[in-house]
């Protein structure tokens, strides 16, 4: 997702384990190494519908992947290196740019589009404000990030992005969560500029409590603020146009949400535009999206559903599933299997006797298996039996 990645060391013994670490990446040296290696592109302003899908510049970007939807449909499927010669037309020509030759490459899933903040506009990394608010408090680090809201003369907030704000304050006054306002309302901004004063406070203040979370947050402080967003490629975030209806997967709505906020921090053409306190609100709002794809993207990967999962699961092939349950009868190397189960297992061993045996063809003999999945075949059920008896089925049993 480009939020974390996977350092895998073997080892070189057979004695020697092997480990796995998940590091968290820096943000704005990933953009650079995805551009400098051609596999990153930046995402603008997310236009009207009916125009954002014919732009390489948005979420729906046609540079992630080609579809149906493209009038040059899955061309990227063949390519040269450099991706200047795309097209089945083109295979096993020589690329005059890059010289390598034009061969079928599939899906590339590295392909990042990147949504960018003007540097002087920080926001947090999403994995790191969860650690954030572990030591200094969600309640807390939430009512340093928000601005201070506008009131009528009423006391009401006045805009909409204040009421929510207004809100959130509400349920936290009634919390009993001990807020501490010290650097309450000073936004993004000044919070990114005073960070190591902050830390340095609440450092003093826990007194060696969560010191393994702090520990953690000062070792990676270059990684804390970040200018550049990253959005995976749309194989994993599908979407579909029908007529004039369109759906899409759950994180397209934020990515889009959070494009639009981007190029309003981005654009500073009118002096109001150039306020700390303009910016601190959009900032707050992308910091808010940011931390809700986040949450949704841990959704997508930890339950039984979501492109992700689909993508990186899945079924092997002759493999069967079914309850596991004790029986005291059979010896500990042993299980025992239904019918159905066994037909799974042993598909092509079973259609290759039944050619060889009973001289039919191979169509013949698949077609007689798959009927005996529907109703059980006595000579089919020798088979297995004689093969159970003969040279055994080794299996291997696994719960997940």
């Known amino acids: 997702m480009a939020f974390l990645e996977f350092n895998i060391n073997y080892p070189d013994e057979k004695n020697i384990t092997f480990e796995s670490k998940i590091v968290r990446i820096d943000l704005d040296k990933e953009m650079q190494k995805d551009i400098d290696e051609k596999i990153g592109f930046f995402i603008k302003d997310a236009p009207p519908l009916t125009k954002s899908l014919k732009r390489t510049d948005t979420i729906y970007s046609e540079l992630f992947m080609k579809t149906l939807h493209d009038p040059d449909s899955y061309t990227d499927k063949y390519s040269c290196m450099c991706e200047e010669l795309q097209g089945k037309d083109y295979e ?30 920080p926001f947090i990394h999403p994995n790191l404000y969860k650690s954030l608010c572990r030591y200094i408090g969600t309640a807390t680090l939430e009512s340093i990030l928000e601005p201070e809201i506008e009131l009528d003369e009423n006391g009401n907030p006045i805009t909409k992005f204040s009421k929510s704000i207004a ?31 902050i830390m340095e406070y609440f450092h003093n203040k826990n007194k060696g409590k969560n010191e393994a979370f ?23 975030r599908p979407f579909k146009i029908e007529g004039t209806r369109f759906t899409f997967e759950g994180t397209n709505a934020i990515y889009n949400i959070m494009a639009k906020l981007a190029t309003k921090i981005n654009d500073d053409t009118l002096s109001i535009h150039k306020m700390p306190k303009y910016r601190n609100i959009l900032l707050w709002k992308l910091q808010d999206k940011y931390n809700e794809l986040y949450k949704e993207i841990e959704a997508i990967c930890a339950n039984k559903k979501g492109a992700i999962r689909s993508l990186i699961g899945g079924r092997c092939g002759f493999t069967a599933r079914a309850v596991i349950v004790p029986d005291p009868t059979l010896r500990i190397d042993q299980i025992d299997l239904s019918y159905r189960a066994l037909l799974e297992l042993l598909q092509q061993t079973v259609i290759n006797i039944m050619v060889k045996t009973y001289n039919i063809s191979y169509n013949d003999a698949y077609m007689r298996f798959q009927q005996a999945q529907i109703i059980p075949d006595q000579r089919i059920k020798e088979i297995i039996e004689n093969i159970i008896n003969t040279s055994g089925v080794t299996v291997l049993v696994n719960r997940n």
């Open 92 to 121: 096993g020509e020589v690329c005059p740019v890059c010289h390598t030759k034009v061969e079928y490459v599939g899906e590339n899933f590295a392909k990042t589009g990147w949504i960018q903040v003007k540097e002087e506009y």
């Open 167 to 197: 809100k959130k304050q509400a349920k936290r006054k009634y919390s009993k969560k001990n807020i501490d306002e010290k650097f309450k309302g000073i936004g993004m901004i000044e919070f990114h500029k005073r960070f190591d004063e």
């Open 214 to 236: 702090y520990e953690d947050i000062m070792r990676e402080k270059e990684k804390i603020f970040a200018h550049n967003i990253p959005v995976y490629t749309t194989g994993l």
